[in-house]
């Protein structure tokens, strides 16, 4: 910064009438004392000096001061160093779809906001590496030169709205949805061909072989579900409360990788480790558990919570967990890197309070609505509760004399009365925001888009297409919810119409597009008039008697047209399969031959 002469004669006047001077002017002597004093004289150096010191020293107060109104306000979750809002990331979202203007977007933009451009390109072209790899060993995948057909964005991007298309119209078979005959067929003709998606299914490829790692049990989806996970932390800062869980995804296939859950909906299949938000259920992060290899391990909870909550740390908080995971030993670890926990707790976790294992005997000789509590390692609070049985949760950061009422039905002398009871605020919390996970394991089980295979990652690539459209659901309301002018037109928005819209605009359909028809066989306009009976020399079975009732039944008479390339039928009094096959009842039959 050039400073003339005349400037800094002015300051050095303001600064012995000990003025205060501004920012600005500081920084202007600053720099200019720093070019060889430019003549200045020793007592205005020490004065200048005096008031910078000052200056610096009623900044850092100043930082002290809004230091200490954060850590008065820390139950505010926020990333100070990002200055992130709440809630969707407009800036994000308009980065990534180069958005300039405020307008309503499409289904479309915000599923390409997790399956972007680049890694729909990436993924083609590791599946038409994979497709010219199959079409050496299976022909029928490849095209009508026999050569494999190289994928494109578009294409695979129909490919993915089909598949979205198949989880809400859902058919007995694939091959329905190509059927021809009477009550069959569906749209899928209007995204590809029945043997291009059979090919795309096979070739389907989302890592680069070359870069695969053999010591990494997920190297098959290591670069998808690394771009994923990025995206669904990137586009979204959560509200305050968030709630960690585990989801099972069904698959009957072999892998190591395959776990048992009793009492789960899904007993088997892959375990996700999931953290979402508790209002909405959108799937902040996620980690698929690939078992251990080092025998058993003994604090796996403290670990998976500590990997999902790292990027929430510090910031205020809450955090939901059921009784898998909490403990007294992980409460205080949440509490030391400022996150709020609550959860559920099974009596025989260590530095469980001795006198609260009793819970057996306490339920016998108490009433619904009676509560114990007390104080373990750095205050955290235990607590029971009886309802119908005994329940037992732990906090970092309730009070235990905070409660509310609910109410009960209760039977006594065979009537049913209502019967208000004490319920603490930690138990009515945790019934209040624990359902995170289950809110969004709902969502994607309406409409899932998992398909039959024989491959186990194919079966995560399935569910990570899930996780994206419910996810570009959820980010799809925000940004309703965002404009003003869009609330009353779309209040009723359902995830079925969203997934119907996002399909629709995946195949560039129009939304009032005819259904698409499919027809037999054509038939010859002629073909009543010009197909006649010859009679030949040896006997052969009649084809329609065959056809009809699988018996043998040998004719002299065929037919020479090239409908029909010689077929034999009976031609006697008791009938005439001649003329039954070249009418209308037998229309079936040829469109079959």
């Known amino acids: 910064m050039d400073v003339d002469a005349d400037d800094y004669s002015c300051l050095l006047q303001s600064l012995k009438r000990r003025r205060a001077l501004t920012s600005d002017e500081l920084r202007v002597i600053a720099e200019h004392d720093m070019d060889d004093h430019q003549g200045m004289h020793c007592v205005e150096e020490d004065a200048l000096d005096a008031e910078l010191l000052q200056a610096q020293v009623q900044t850092e107060e100043l930082e002290e001061e809004e230091e200490d109104d954060e850590m008065d306000c820390d139950l505010e979750p926020r990333r100070a160093s990002e200055g992130r809002p709440l809630g969707l990331d407009l800036g994000s979202v308009r980065r990534a ?22 890694i729909v390109a990436d993924i083609c072209g590791f599946t038409n590496w994979q497709g010219w790899e199959l079409v050496l060993n299976r022909a029928s995948y490849a095209g009508v030169e026999g050569v494999w057909n190289e994928v494109t964005p578009d294409e695979f991007y ?20 190509w059927g021809t005959k009477s009550l069959q067929g569906s749209w899928a003709r209007s995204f590809m061909s029945r043997d291009r998606f059979k090919a795309l299914l096979a070739a389907r490829h989302v890592v680069d072989p070359a870069t695969e790692d053999n010591q990494d049990r997920l190297k098959k989806l290591r670069y998808l579900m690394d ?31 395959k776990q048992f859950m009793k009492g789960k909906p899904t007993r088997w299949g892959f375990k996700f480790w999931v953290i979402a938000t508790s209002d909405s259920g959108y799937t902040l992060d996620f980690n698929v558990y690939t078992g251990s290899r080092d025998g058993r391990v003994t604090d796996l909870a403290t670990k998976v919570v500590e990997a999902l909550i ?23 670890t949440l509490r030391q890197i400022g996150i709020n926990a609550c959860g559920t707790c ?7 309070p001795e006198e609260f294992k009793d819970v057996k005997t306490w339920e016998r000789k108490t009433d619904r609505g009676d509560m114990r509590w007390c104080r373990v390692e750095d205050g955290i609070l235990v607590i029971q509760w009886k309802d119908t049985r005994a329940v037992t949760c732990l906090s970092n950061f309730h009070n235990a004399n905070d409660s509310t009422n609910v109410t009960r039905l209760v039977k006594k002398d065979a009537t049913w009365s209502s019967l208000v009871v004490r319920q603490p ?26 398909q039959k295979t024989q491959k ?15 996810n570009s659901f959820l980010l799809f309301q925000e940004w309703q919810h965002s404009q003003a002018g869009d609330k009353h037109r779309l209040a009723d928005y359902s995830h079925i119409t969203f997934r119907e819209n996002l399909s629709r605009q995946l195949a560039g359909l129009d939304i009032h597009a005819s259904s698409p028809s499919h027809s037999l066989k054509p038939v010859a306009s002629s073909f009543h008039v010009t197909h006649t009976p010859e009679l030949q020399k040896s006997a ?38 001649f003329r039954a096959w070249h009418s209308a009842e037998c229309d079936q039959f040829r469109a079959e031959a």
């Open 310 to 332: 790292q990027p929430y740390k510090d910031q205020g908080y809450n955090l939901w967990m059921d009784n898998f995971y909490t403990s007294p030993a992980l409460m205080v």
């Open 97 to 118: 779809v180069r958005l300039t203007t405020s307008v309503m977007l499409r289904e479309i933009d915000f599923f390409m906001l997790f399956f972007t451009q680049a």
């Open 227 to 257: 771009h994923l996970k990025q995206k669904c932390q990137e586009l979204f800062q959560p509200n305050q409360n968030l709630a960690i869980d585990e989801r099972m995804v069904k698959s009957k296939g072999r892998s190591g990788l």
């Open 346 to 352: 099974r009596i025989n976790r260590k530095k469980f």
């Open 540 to 577: 052969n079975n009649c084809w329609l008697c065959y056809r009809k009732s699988r018996i043998q039944r040998k004719t002299k008479f065929a037919c020479m047209a090239p409908e029909c390339n010689g077929k034999r039928f009976c031609i006697v009094q008791s009938r005439n399969c």
């Open 158 to 177: 129909r490919f993915m709205g089909l598949l979205i298309y198949m989880g809400f119209h859902v058919l007995p078979d694939m091959h329905r949805y």
């Open 456 to 470: 186990w990652w194919k079966t995560l690539f399935f569910h990570f297409i899930d996780i994206a459209v419910v």
């Open 425 to 450: 605020a930690v138990i009515s919390d945790y019934n209040k925001h624990m359902g995170g996970v289950d809110r969004s394991d709902q969502m994607i089980s309406s409409y899932n888009v998992l």
